[in-house]
């Protein structure tokens, strides 16, 4: 199983997974050429990918899907709620309704081998989702946009040997930085991002001998830095209480704009 970032951050996200027989998209918030570059470099045609997983219609999100549903004819996953935003974002130009298929929260469905659960997240979009990947014995997340968890969330993430986690923003530069206070109050809300020490708080509470990959993604271009992610995220698995440590962890910082990362386990 691989998973792989084309692009993860505040201005766009796309998140290849390759299940062997079963190969995906989570998200299109990159433009098509965008997608397709960063596909060749993982030496897949976008014309073999089984489908494209929608977690909910923000343009960082779905940007790129438009034009890419244009010319490639690949059926699209999300919930009804995102589906009927997406269809009434004009940005978007022209969609085929006859691509789009609608999932439900919780609720497990297939695509080849690869069987995929939809997870409810806190945030502020039509109906969005997070999405476990399993396949026999082996599991994945994508985790993103979320502005807090508890513990029915956290349950639904055991036993991962790889997870795509947000570290979208550290406090004190969102505190300190340039954006007007809503935006602030936004970011940091319920409805919004996890921050670096959220992240590792989450990440404490999944940590499981099976668990061996993270990948930190969805970083705030302005109020963050990959560094400062990374040590943040450590020191708060290390300090959590349990017998875990961040050393039993091979740690990793999506890039915002271009593929990297890949994970093969």
């Known amino acids: 199983m691989i998973i ?24 299109t918030g990159i433009s098509k ?8 470099e993982y030496g897949v045609n976008p014309q073999n990918l089984d489908g494209i997983l929608i977690t909910h219609e923000h343009l960082d999100h779905v940007q790129g899907l438009g034009v890419f549903l244009r010319k490639y004819d690949v059926p699209v996953y999300a919930t009804r709620k995102t589906i009927e935003a997406i269809f009434s974002n004009d940005k ?12 439900e929260k919780e609720r497990l469905f297939s695509l080849k081998n690869l069987m995929i659960r939809p997870i409810a997240v806190n945030h502020d979009a039509a109906d969005p989702v997070c999405y476990r990947f399993d396949e026999q ?35 004190r530069m969102l505190q300190l930085g340039p954006y007007p206070y809503h ?17 590792g708080r989450l990440l404490s509470d999944i940590m499981s001998p099976k668990l061996k990959h993270v990948i930190l993604g ?16 450590r020191n708060e ?16 910082v999506a890039k915002r704009m271009e593929p990297s990362c890949l994970i093969e386990f």
């Open 237 to 252: 698995i290390n300090f959590a209480d349990n017998d875990y440590s961040a050393e039993m962890l091979d740690i990793h």
């Open 4 to 27: 792989a970032p084309i692009a993860s951050g505040s201005s766009g996200n796309c998140i290849f997974v390759d299940a062997g027989d079963a190969k995906l998209l989570v998200d």
């Open 137 to 171: 014995e082996k599991s994945c997340a994508v985790v993103t946009d979320l502005g807090m968890y508890d513990s029915k969330f956290v349950s639904k993430l055991q036993d991962l040997d790889t997870v795509l986690l947000e570290a979208n923003y550290d406090m």
């Open 218 to 233: 969805h970083l705030s271009k302005e109020n963050n830095y990959p560094d400062l992610a990374y040590h943040a995220v």
């Open 92 to 103: 978007l130009g022209k969609l085929d309704d006859g691509l789009f298929f609608s999932v």
């Open 33 to 40: 050429i965008r997608i397709e570059k960063g596909l060749s």
């Open 183 to 199: 935006l602030k109050q936004r970011i940091w809300g319920e409805n919004g991002h996890l921050s670096n020490e959220s992240c």
